[in-house]
Structures are given as C-alpha cells and as structure tokens.
C-alpha cells in the first residue's frame, strides 16, 4: 500500500477520534499535503566549520550560502525554489520579512548578527 493511502487512512481515523491533542491531526495533514508536493527536506547537520555550506552550495551550483573561515552561519536556513531569488527572515516575535539574497549573512552569520540580537529565527 502506498504512503499516501497509509496516511489518508491515519487521517480519516484520527478525525473520528475524540480527546486526541488537535495538533496530531494537522500533523498528519502537514505530512499529507508535503508528500502530495514532492518536495524533499534533507536536513545538514555537522560540527562547526566541516563544510557544510560548501557542500550545499555544490549541490546548487551556486553561492547561495555564506561561507568563511570562522563558523559563518548560526540560524537554521531553509532553501526552497521560488520563482525569484529572495530571503524570507522569519523573527522570534513573529514578524517575517522579506529581503535580497546579498542581505542573507547579515541576518545569520555570528559577525553580522552577534549572538541573534536581531531575534531571528529562521531564513
């Protein structure tokens, strides 16, 4: 049986159940609608300075990714394609901003952003 059909059955029977936190539901239903995407998520996790954002910019083909020889970036970034290149800032208050790629280091990079006084949590 195929995973999506598995976790349309998880749904239907989550939804008919009573007393269940409501935050599994719609986990279920997250999950459902990014297998439905296609999209891929791959996590890259490492020590400091083991070149991780190298080896992602490889992959892309591109620098998108700041790189230096101090530890360069401190906040979770997340790339997605989109139909023109931009950063989406996402802060702890809850705000979200847009700005242009070369701004990118100033949001996430420890020189730039010393110990996230910005309140950013996420790019």
């Known amino acids: 049986m195929p995973l999506q059909e598995l976790i349309r059955r998880l749904i239907d029977i989550l939804a008919q159940q009573e007393g269940l936190p ?3 539901l719609e986990r279920s239903r997250e999950l459902q609608e990014r297998l439905a995407s296609g999209r891929l998520h791959l996590a890259v996790l490492g020590q400091f300075k083991r070149g991780k954002s190298s080896l992602i910019n490889a992959l892309l083909g591109a620098e998108v990714l700041p790189q230096g020889v101090l530890p360069v970036t401190l906040i979770p970034i997340f790339l997605r394609y989109g139909s023109r290149p931009e950063i989406q800032v996402a802060f702890e208050d809850g705000r979200t901003e847009i ?3 070369a ?6 990079s420890e020189l730039e952003n010393p110990r996230n006084q910005k309140g950013v949590q996420q790019v």
């Open 99 to 101: 700005h242009p790629p």
């Open 103 to 108: 701004s990118l280091k100033g949001f996430v």
């Open 22 to 24: 409501p935050t599994l």
